[in-house]
């Protein structure tokens, strides 16, 4: 059975920073593509970073580039969002996803996702 289990999330000031788990189970992260959404309050859900280990290909929304950083550990099987500078529209459920397919390509359907972190940003 596959899991995601995402944790870190929680209250930080705007500027502040905070690192997102996604500890896997039932799949090898090196083997799938990753990628992390963010679904703030009223809204949609989004992907803001994806990493695919397989050829080590890295894809950020604009809105978080220069201020997130995906990465991965085989050793623990996890895959981190690292969020610096945190800003009031930054607030929402993170959630991490999984899809085991080479062609895949933001942001097309996930196979399987975690239940979410909150991160809560107050201005």
């Known amino acids: 059975e596959v899991q995601l289990v995402e944790s870190g999330g929680g209250l930080v000031q705007a500027g502040g920073s905070l690192r997102l788990s996604c500890a896997a189970s039932?799949?090898?992260?090196?083997?799938?593509?990753i990628g992390w959404f963010h679904q703030a309050p009223g809204k949609e859900r989004e992907g803001v970073a994806c990493?695919?280990?397989?050829?080590?290909?890295?894809h950020y929304e604009d809105s978080v580039k220069g201020r997130f950083t995906i990465s991965g550990d085989n050793a623990k099987n996890t895959v981190y969002l690292e969020m610096n500078n945190l800003k009031s529209e930054d607030t929402g459920v993170y959630y991490c996803?999984?899809?085991?397919?080479?062609?895949?390509?933001?942001?097309?359907?996930?196979?399987?996702w975690g239940k979410g972190t909150l991160v809560t940003v107050s201005s």
């Open positions: 990493i695919f280990r397989i050829d080590g290909s890295i």
């Open positions: 039932g799949l090898s992260i090196d083997d799938y593509v």
């Open positions: 996803a999984a899809v085991r397919d080479r062609a895949w390509y933001p942001w097309r359907p996930m196979e399987y």
